[in-house]
């Protein structure tokens, strides 16, 4: 296992500090992120450089995904979905990456919650501060990731917040842009309220569909994360003329169940097949899937969790909205038995998602071993329990 051993707050101070007017954050020496101030220094912060392996060109060859027609699968068609579920089980063997279109989430909400994503991160620096990540945690905001590492930093903002799929409240999110951005922003929650619950409706018809696919309990998955606890996800890449020096999002697996995305048509999104790395044509019609880590270990490593990137633009801004489906915390993350073929062994010993997740938060980068350094670290402090 390589311990992330830059998980600490860092004296980088990207906002320079010949710019007196501007806020600083007291608790964190000032970590701002300020795409235009930080380039005005002239050459590209060494902080922001990402390593040659990891910048690799693409082969400007795009990835052939399937595109799985949720919308048949809706009506019923045994047949159609039979062969949609072949479509996502050859997918998910190789690379763990398809779209989904007619998914019956409204267009217009999603360019809402674009447009949301304006009123986010345009902000005053200071509000966005007031609403800054704290340590451990995933719910807030983020420039660069600076409060959390010190190296190889993403050229991106992002905002964060939780969605419990069982909640008692029917504004938990507008509850919360209230407390951390004001009341100015309650409609920015209300817009991504009904997104994370029209996102929610839609991860579980496609654990129906991945059940289906692993020849289990067309149900098993959906019962799973029926009352599960999700994470929503805005992310703004500022244009960089640097760009390529540096990475939106660098090379890793997600440590979820599942991501649902959508990102607008500037572009940017690679997956990792065959050696070489991909582009994700932008399809506004469609929401990309990827399997995550903890779907891997409910499947028994039958199914790739994807590795993916994020590359950044010279002249354009990008915008993506990212739904990171969780089950509950004390959920415990086994595949189910009739998965498990006569004397197969189980790849991955019983672990909980909080388990996981504070191993992400707390002592780890998440690259493409997350889930191999998570199981080392655990088993090195407990019992295994396979």
């Known amino acids: 296992m390589s311990p992330l ?16 007017q501007e806020p600083r954050d007291e608790n964190n020496g000032g970590l701002v992120f300020d795409s235009n101030l930080v380039q005005m220094q002239g050459d590209m912060p060494k902080e922001f450089l990402w390593p040659s392996g990891d910048l690799v060109n693409t082969t400007q060859e795009e990835l052939k995904e399937p595109l799985v027609d949720l919308g048949i699968v809706k009506n019923g068609d045994e047949e159609a979905i039979a062969n949609a579920a072949e479509l996502v089980r050859k997918a998910c063997l ?109 991860s579980l018809v496609i654990m129906e569909l991945l059940a289906i696919s692993l020849g289990v309990d067309r149900l098993h998955y959906r019962r799973f994360f029926q009352d599960g606890h999700s994470i929503m996800r805005c992310n703004y890449y500022p244009p960089c003329n640097s760009a390529s020096l540096t990475l939106g999002t660098g090379p890793h697996t997600d440590p979820t169940s599942l991501t649902i995305l959508h990102q607008d048509q500037v572009g940017g999104l690679e997956v990792f097949v065959d050696n070489k790395w991909l582009a994700v044509r932008p399809r506004s019609e469609a929401l990309v899937i990827n399997i995550g880590d903890t779907f891997m270990a409910l499947s028994n490593g039958r199914y790739k969790s994807c590795l993916h990137r994020a590359l950044v633009n010279t002249y354009r801004e990008r915008r993506s909205l990212v739904y990171f489906v969780c089950p509950r915390e004390d959920k415990v993350v086994r595949p189910p038995d009739n998965l498990l073929c006569r004397n197969e062994q189980r790849k991955y010993p019983d672990f909980t998602w909080s388990n996981l997740f504070e191993f992400t938060q707390k002592h780890y980068r998440a690259d493409v071993a997350t889930l191999q350094s998570f199981i080392e670290w655990q088993c090195s402090s407990k019992p295994s329990n396979f």
């Open 94 to 202: 190789k690379h763990g990456f398809f779209q989904v279109i007619n998914h019956g989430v409204d267009p217009d909400l999603i360019d809402a919650a674009y447009h949301e994503i304006d009123s986010i991160f345009k902000l005053p620096v200071s509000k966005k501060l007031g609403a800054k990540r704290k340590p451990g945690g995933v719910t807030g905001y983020s420039g660069a990731h600076a409060d959390r590492y010190s190296s190889k930093l993403p050229w991106k903002e992002t905002f964060s917040f939780l969605h419990d799929h069982g909640g008692i409240s029917n504004s938990q999110i507008v509850d919360y842009f209230r407390s951390v951005l004001g009341e100015d922003l309650q409609h920015t929650g209300w817009v991504y309220q009904k997104y994370c619950e029209a996102m929610k409706e839609l």
């Open 5 to 20: 051993t830059e998980l600490s707050a860092s004296t980088l101070v990207l906002y320079p500090a010949s710019q007196p």
